[in-house]
């Protein structure tokens, strides 16, 4: 099993011959009307889009992986000075796709969710609007850099704020405050910047909506989303379903952690300690944990046996925190092979179960996807988590090799603390909704809009006198604010299917496994509606959904 991080793949690109060859077949393209021509067009066409996201995908990642490295960071903003004009050219291309006249007889070759989303995509991106994209990437990198390449003193050791993770989940609550105020001091020393970025982001994703033509940002962020079936009005239903059933549950969770914590009051620092003696302890070495996800994998089933020896055997992971590397966890695939690669920042913690299983169900679903030969179903975008999520729940029945006697502990933290985050998710969303539907608020009262969410979606919550936090500023850590904005809320949503994926593998695992393979196979060619329709599952828009969902759940966490 190889172990090395650092992939030592050929990153170069040549845009130009990459740009002359696409323009050939889209000029190709709009010369034929013979439908099996227009399909052969479109499969070698969707395959220069997979050489170029593909090398992006690499370049990328070697960036994130250090960003002291001058070198890559270099080769880096080289490769994404041109993504603007590949942004050009996918227009064209979807553009092409929804003026054809055999539109209808393509649809039924690729579905019809691409075309779908070619509408969204033709009316969020122009070529008017290239400057401001760029300037939009360049503060979100200023974002990233600064959280990169953060360093925080804790025990007489400078630390990345991603190996601050094992201090803040100590069974030792002193440990534990003061791990969360060394990384609250980073945060409040460097406020101003959080709060300029957001601001001049805000400004800039305000103006690109204005010369496309719309009121503000939220129609182009939901179409950025891919949403092509979830509307302000879903999420606004969902929001009054969470104020009703999932703030009290998750008030009564927080409960029972003060119960089991043996204190009078919850603080923040306590946030994801269910147990007076710490979270769950990992029983086994770093080499003994990837052999184990390595052996889940392979005895899950035969699809992710075979994801696990290509991610592993070649060593497409990178696991550990270092100085200089981006913090947080993602999936990704490389190259036009399509080949997962699991990134995150393991700590030695109960969660580092929950994040690997959360990153295999992504790069899992790319995995079982990419024969669909379209990026578009490879990457879902708004029912991505769906897998992710579920991943976590089916590797349950293995949990013994990590955690021995503790599993049932893991199990009951992993349950409670899914439904603790509810009302954050939602107090993200409607924040989201705030910012860009009053694109002039000032600094001051986005802090105290936000601020005020806090206290509405989760009114347990004690910051214990620490002014920042108390000010408002807890947002600056939420990197999908200023990322991706309107994703926060996907985690929550794809949570109420997982769980409904759990109950039913309780009784037909077997059933379970299937329902979750098939949506897999299908990816984004399926909007997070039609996967739960087609699954048998309840739509978290659905009237009262959240409430049965609820009732599992308590269900579950007293057995």
Sequence with gaps: MKTNYYLETESHFDFDVFQKQFEEKLKEFKATDNVFTLNRILEEMNELRFEYEGAQNLITLRYVQDF????????????????????NLVTWY??????????????????????????????????????????????MEEYSTLLGTAEVEFQGEHLPLSALGKYMASPDRMIRKQAWEARTEFFEENGGKFDDILDDLIAVRNEISLKLGRKNFIEVGYER????????????????????????????????????????????????????????SIK??????????????????????????????????DFY??????????????????????????????????????EAGHAFQFF?????????????????????FAMERFAWPWLDQFFKEDTWKYKYSHTAEAFMYMPLANAVDEFEHFLYEKPQATIRERREEWRKLEKSYMPELDYDGNKYLEDGGSFHSIAHIFFSPFYFIDYDLAHTVAVQLLKMAQKEPAAAWESYLEMCKAGGSRTLKEHCQAAGLISPFEKEAIAGIIEFAEELLKS
């Design 368 to 388: 079982m996807s990419s024969s669909l030969n379209c990026p578009e179903y490879i990457i879902p975008v708004d029912s991505a988590e769906i897998f992710s």
């Design 68 to 87: 002291n490295d001058r070198e890559t960071s270099s080769a880096y903003q080289e490769f994404m000075s041109r993504d603007t004009s590949y942004q």
């Design 94 to 139: 979807y553009q092409d796709r929804l003026l054809c006249p055999q539109k209808e007889k393509l649809e039924k070759n690729a579905g019809k969710q691409v075309f779908r989303l070619a509408g969204l995509k033709v009316n969020s991106y122009r070529k008017e609007i290239e400057r401001k994209v760029d300037l939009e990437v360049k503060l």
């Design 284 to 317: 086994v070495s770093e080499k003994q944990f990837r052999e184990g996800m390595h052996n889940l994998l392979r005895d899950l089933s035969e699809e992710t046996k075979t994801f696990s020896n290509a991610l592993f055997e070649e060593g497409h992971y």
């Design 321 to 358: 925190p270092r100085k200089g590397k981006k913090g947080g966890g993602y999936a990704t695939y490389l190259g036009k092979e399509r080949k997962p690669f699991i990134f995150a920042n393991l700590t030695g913690t109960s969660n580092d179960v929950r994040v690997f299983t959360h």
């Design 225 to 280: 989303m891919n949403r092509t079936d979830i509307t302000p009005f879903d999420l606004e239903n969902y929001r009054i379903q969470i104020r009703k059933y999932g703030v009290g549950f998750a008030s009564s969770l927080r409960e029972r952690q003060k119960s089991s914590l043996g204190v009078e009051r919850l603080k923040y620092y306590d946030d994801k300690i269910m147990f007076k003696e710490g979270p769950p």
